[in-house]
């Protein structure tokens, strides 16, 4: 009967643009998101988070759930358009009263505030100066990250600078599955440089800010195994494992960006991101915290396509999920135990793991989502080993609290421990609501 340690975090996690509504309230700027959610075609089920879970008029009752829940820590992320509705310059005050409100809430339920600075929601304003290409969007994260640290000297436990900085850079500008909907990789490789330089200069005014608490960054980490041991298929494993992990992985915590992808992208003729010496020590200064999002690993082959000939596989007697991804739990065992052999961070989180079900009431009125109880089961299982293989992970927070916009999937895709009827707004506690409250509890998963 795997026991967690005494003092493990256990959390659930949500992002502002998911769960708050109020897209254009109380002096909000637009973010774009805001601006991609309202452009004809690009979320598949026509929704948007204009309104989306109304957290942001039913926070206390939210955080009565959380409260309910049992949990330790509750991680959530600041729109930066509500603080700076510009991007930067003008403060609007009622948005940084919410989230004073918001860690008040929380501080009087005993729940530590995780706190994620960026989780998509850039001001339009900036985007329309170049976005994450433009060095003013780099400063501008600055001045906006100093500036919470000064706010919230003191409230709170993890400072998150970047949520899936991959998932920014490349699905934002070379997929163009998320705002701002480029496809352009040469700008992806840009962007992904510039949010690590962000990242930077982030840590760097916590630690002049003397914050308390600790600061470090979220990734979304996947083991990628090959099709088959051929050679060609190793290869195409290797160039995937350095496309979704170590593009990242390495700049943090050796400074460089790995050389196998930076020769790989120079045959395929683009420039590459420049990194000044200065500028590899700000990106590689210690964090005190690596966060991974893990969901599902990729198996992968040799194979066409223009720049990674790469051919993903699903294997047929796995099961998948809502979002068609597969349930691998040993993914998170394996992820764990690479990042803490090959990068030595100093304590990881796991920020984000959970799956996305067609939950539906039953003629009662309840949701009995055994499937997530089980996907969250195993997953926790896998945690469980690398910690007790002296893995150091301080905690778990479950993708998500409730139901809320899955991005270009809309309010089609439900990952919540809470489901959210969106024609009332109503709250539903699901069954893994009650197993994960005993787990939370009791620090132990049977
Ligand atoms: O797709 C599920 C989650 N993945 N990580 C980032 C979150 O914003 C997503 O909802
Ligand atoms: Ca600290």
Redesign the pocket.
């Known amino acids: 009967m795997p026991y967690f340690p005494e003092d493990f975090i256990f959390g659930v996690a949500t992002?502002s643009y998911?769960i708050e509504g109020a897209w254009n309230e109380d002096g909000k700027g637009e973010s774009i998101w805001d601006r991609f959610a309202h452009t004809p075609g690009n979320i598949q089920d026509g929704t948007t988070g204009d309104v989306a879970c109304d957290h942001y008029h039913r926070f206390e009752e939210d955080v009565a759930l959380l409260k309910e829940l049992g949990v330790d820590a509750y991680r959530f992320s600041i729109s930066w358009p509500r603080i700076f509705p510009e991007g930067r310059g003008r403060v609007n005050e009622k948005g940084l009263d919410f989230y004073r409100s918001l860690t008040g809430k929380l501080q009087e339920a005993g729940i530590k505030p995780v706190v994620t600075l960026y989780?998509?929601d850039l001001p339009q304003k900036l985007q329309d100066k170049g976005g994450w290409e433009s060095q003013e969007t780099v400063e501008a994260f600055a001045e906006y990250a100093r500036f919470l640290f000064q706010s919230f000297a003191k409230e709170v436990f993890l400072w998150i600078t970047h949520?899936?900085p991959w998932?920014v850079s490349f699905v934002g500008h070379y997929e163009g599955r998320h705002a701002p909907g480029k496809r352009d990789f040469k700008s992806a490789l840009q962007v992904s440089r510039n949010l690590l330089l962000s990242h930077g200069l982030a840590v760097q005014a916590f630690r002049e800010e003397k914050t308390l608490g600790s600061i470090g960054i979220t990734l979304?980490l996947t083991p990628v195994h090959p099709f088959s041991d051929s050679e060609e298929d190793i290869l195409a494993a290797k160039r995937c494992d350095g496309y979704f992990n170590r593009w990242f992985l390495d700049p943090l915590f050796k400074g460089e960006f790995p050389e196998d992808m930076l020769l790989w992208y120079e045959k395929k003729g683009f420039a590459l991101p420049q990194l000044s010496e200065e500028e590899k020590s700000l990106i590689a200064q210690p964090i005190d915290f690596l966060g991974i999002?893990y969901?599902f690993r990729r198996v992968v082959g040799k194979g066409e396509g223009a720049i990674f000939e790469v051919e993903f596989f699903n294997p047929p007697q796995s099961e998948y999920t809502d979002?068609g991804w597969e349930i691998y739990p040993e993914g998170l065992y394996e992820i764990v135990k690479r990042v803490s052999e090959e990068y030595q961070p100093e304590d990881i989180y796991i920020t984000?793991n959970?799956i996305?079900l067609p939950d539906q009431p039953d003629s009662k009125g309840r949701i009995n989502d055994q499937k997530r109880i089980d996907y969250l089961r195993s997953h926790l299982l896998a945690l469980h080993r690398a910690v007790d293989e002296g893995c150091p992970v301080s905690g778990y927070f479950v993708?998500?609290l409730m139901d809320?916009f899955?991005?270009g999937f809309g309010l089609s895709k439900r990952?919540g421990l809470v489901y959210v009827d969106y024609t009332t707004l109503q709250r539903i506690k699901k069954a893994s609501f009650y197993w994960y409250q005993k787990v939370v509890k009791s620090k132990r998963v049977d």
């Open positions: 992002a998911q989780h998509w949520n899936e998932v979304n999002n969901y979002m984000e959970g996305a993708w998500s809320n899955e991005w990952f």
